[in-house]
Nanobody, 123 residues
Framework: QSQLVESGGGLVEPGGSLMLSCKASGLTLPYYHMLWFRQAPGLEREQVVCISSSGSGIYYADSVKGRFNISRDNTKNLVFLQMNRLKPEDTAVYYC????????????????WGQGTQVTVSS
């Protein structure tokens, strides 16, 4: 059974940092592009970033470019999202997701999702 489990969310002050982790099981990670999405109350889901299966391609949303950094460890089936200089508008539920590598990083086909982890940026 394929499963993605996020961890690392929480409450942080503006300007602070958090690192989210995503542990994959039942998926052979090198065969998948890995993505992070987020959804704030009342807003549409937003694709934050995608890292290609090899790690050679990384695509950030403009809203997080220069502040967030994605990485992956295929040997440990882990994906990380380092979030720096956090802003109140980054508050959302963050979801880890996986796309088979024969698709692209556009987020149009995303069959695997985690349950989400809440990130709240507030003073």
């Amino acid at each position: 059974q394929s499963q993605l489990v996020e961890s690392g969310g929480g409450l942080v002050e503006p300007g602070g940092s958090l690192m989210l982790s995503c542990k994959a099981s039942g998926l052979t990670l090198p065969y998948y592009h890995m993505l992070w999405f987020r959804q704030a109350p009342g807003l549409e889901r937003e694709q934050v970033v995608c890292i290609s299966s090899s790690g050679s391609g990384i695509y950030y949303a403009d809203s997080v470019k220069g502040r967030f950094n994605i990485s992956r460890d295929n040997t440990k089936n882990l994906v990380f999202l380092q979030m720096n200089r956090l802003k109140p508008e980054d508050t959302a539920v963050y979801y880890c997701a996986a796309t088979p590598r024969h698709y692209d990083c556009s987020g149009s086909v995303v069959p695997y999702w985690g349950q989400g982890t809440q990130v709240t940026v507030s003073s």
